[in-house]
C-alpha cells in the first residue's frame, strides 16, 4: 500500500487560536500512517512535554512516508489536536484513530518547541506585552531574509536555522505521485546523511521549495546536495513540468576555470577580478509604500545595470562586511530593455536563492542591446550568518514603475518618451544613464 503525504492545506483553527503570535508554520504538513497487521506501525515514539509525540526512530517496514522521521513531532491524527493532552488523553486519543490510513498532522519537533516558548513568554504577564510590538521587536535580529533564512534557534555551539532552497523562479513543480515519492526518497536520505530535516514546501500551486531545518553547519553541507536534486529533477522531467530548463550558475571560489585570468583588483582576497570592477556604489533608495525603489546611475548603460543589481544586493545586507571569495556568472535575455533589466536582477535573485553567495561587486561583461543579452559576473562570497548582517527580504523584482534613462530618452512601461519630458525626474550630474527598479520586499 502506498502513502501519500502533502502540506496542511491549511492552518487548522485550533493550531492560531493554541500559538496566536506564531503566525506562519514553516514546517508543518501531513501524511498517512502505515500501519501492517504484524509489524504494527514501526515508530518509536515518545510523548513531548510540548504536546504530541515526537518520533523517535522509524523502522524500514512497514515503510512510512518520508516525512514521518526522527525529529518530527505527530500534533494530530484524523483531526484530533493532540496538544494539551494528559498522558492518559493523549494515549486514549492516539489509540482510538490508530489504523492504516490515519491522517497525521507533523510539525518539526523544534518549531514547535519555539512556538511553546513564545506561547509561555506571552501566558506569564499577556499585560506587558503588545502582540504588534512585540513581533516587530522580534523580528529585528531573526525577520526572514532574501537569503532565504526563515528561523533560527540558538544552541550551545550553533544557532540552529530553517532556510528554504525555490525549486525556481516565481514557479511552482507539480509532481505526479511516482515522482513525488522519488523525490522525498531522495530528501529522506539527505535528512539522515547531513543530520537535518529536508523537507518539500506546498503553495496552492505545487512544490515552491525546500525547507532545510538543522545547524548551519548541516545546511551549508548539504545544501548543494538539494541543489542537485533539483537540477535532476528540473532537467530531467522539464517537458512534465510547468517550467524552463535553466542554465546552471557558474560559482567559483578560485577564479575562473582555464583561459588567462583578469588583471586581479586589490582586494586581499587572492580572487581574480578585473581592476575596472570596483566598488562604485552609484545607487540610493526611494521608499515606495511596502516596497523599495532602488535608483541606480552610471557613465554607460551596462555600468548603471550593474549598479542596480549591487545595489539590490547591499539591501540585503551591508556590502561593507563582504569579502571576494566567490565568483557567480548569469545571463538574461528579454523582449526589451525593461525585460532584460528585470531578468538580470531576477537571475542574481535567483542565484542568492540557491547559492547563498552575496555579491559586493557586479560587472558587465557582454551587453548586445540588439539581441538584448546581457552576461554578468558578481564578486563576493557565500552569506554568513555570523559575518553578515541580516537586511531585507526581497520577495521578488517588478516591473512596475521601472525606468532606464539614457541621454535623451526615458524608456517605462508605457512606452519611450524624450527626457525633456520627464521633468519630474531630477538627473544625476556626470551620469548618462539611470535606471530605476521597484523591489518588492
Known amino acids: 500500500m502506498a502513502t501519500s503525504s502533502a502540506p496542511a492545506s491549511s492552518v487548522p483553527a485550533w493550531l492560531s ?73 493523549i494515549g486514549h486519543t492516539f489509540g482510538q484513530h490508530f489504523r492504516d490510513g490515519a491522517e497525521l498532522l507533523l510539525l518539526n519537533a523544534t518549531e514547535l518547541r519555539e512556538a511553546v516558548i513564545q506561547k509561555n513568554a506571552n501566558d506569564e504577564c499577556p499585560c506587558e506585552i503588545n502582540v504588534e510590538e512585540d513581533e516587530q521587536e522580534r523580528s529585528k535580529p531573526e525577520e526572514p531574509a532574501n537569503y532565504e533564512l526563515l528561523r533560527r534557534v540558538k544552541t550551545e555551539t550553533e544557532e540552529e536555522a530553517t532556510v528554504r532552497i525555490p525549486v525556481g523562479r516565481a514557479t511552482a513543480w507539480q509532481l505526479d505521485s511516482a515522482t513525488m515519492a522519488d523525490l522525498e526518497r531522495d530528501l529522506a536520505i539527505v535528512s539522515e546523511t547531513f543530520q537535518l530535516s529536508a523537507t518539500p514546501r506546498f503553495i496552492d500551486a505545487g512544490m515552491e521549495c525546500i525547507v532545510l531545518t538543522g545547524l548551519p553547519s548541516a545546511i551549508a553541507r548539504a545544501r548543494r546536495e538539494v541543489v542537485q536534486i533539483l537540477n535532476y529533477y528540473r532537467e530531467g522531467m522539464n517537458t512534465d513540468l510547468p517550467i524552463q530548463p535553466r542554465r546552471p550558475v557558474q560559482i567559483s571560489s578560485a577564479g575562473y576555470g582555464g583561459g588567462t585570468s583578469p588583471a586581479v583588483a586589490g582586494n586581499g582576497s587572492g580572487l581574480p577580478v578585473p581592476e575596472h570592477v570596483r566598488d562604485l556604489r552609484q545607487f540610493q533608495y526611494h521608499d515606495h509604500t511596502a516596497d523599495i525603489i532602488v535608483h541606480a546611475w552610471g557613465k554607460s548603460r551596462a555600468e548603471a545595470f550593474a549598479q542596480v543589481v549591487v545595489g539590490m544586493f547591499n539591501y540585503m545586507t551591508p556590502l561593507d562586511s563582504v569579502e571576494l571569495h566567490s565568483m557567480v556568472e548569469v545571463e538574461a535575455k528579454g523582449h526589451d530593455l525593461l ?36 552576461k554578468a559576473r558578481g564578486y563576493g562570497e557565500r552569506m554568513d550568518l555570523k559575518k553578515h548582517e541580516q537586511g531585507t527580504e526581497i520577495k521578488a523584482i517588478t516591473m512596475h514603475m521601472m525606468k532606464i534613462l539614457s541621454p535623451d530618452t526615458v524608456l517605462t512601461e508605457h512606452g519611450i518618451k524624450p527626457s525633456s519630458e520627464a521633468r519630474d525626474l531630477k538627473r544625476v550630474d556626470g551620469f548618462l544613464h539611470e535606471a530605476y527598479v521597484l523591489l518588492d520586499i
Request: glycine share 8%; aromatic share 10%.
Open 17 to 89: 487560536k493554541r500559538f496566536p503570535l506564531h503566525r506562519e508554520w514553516f514546517t508543518l504538513c501531513s501524511c498517512q500512517l502505515r500501519v501492517d497487521a504484524e509489524l504494527g506501525a514501526g515508530l518509536d515514539m515518545e510523548e513531548s512535554d510540548d504536546g504530541g509525540y515526537i518520533v523517535e526512530a522509524v523502522a524500514e517496514k512497514p515503510g512510512q512516508n518520508a516525512m514521518l522521521r526522527p525529529g518530527v513531532a505527530i500534533i494530530a491524527i484524523n483531526d484530533v489536536c493532540l496538544l494539551g493532552l494528559s498522558e492518559d488523553e
Open 339 to 374: 525585460d532584460l533589466l528585470f531578468h538580470l536582477l531576477d537571475e542574481f535573485l535567483y542565484m542568492f536563492g540557491t547559492e547563498m553567495v552575496i555579491c559586493r561587486r557586479v560587472d558587465i561583461v557582454s551587453f548586445d542591446e540588439e539581441k538584448l543579452y546581457i
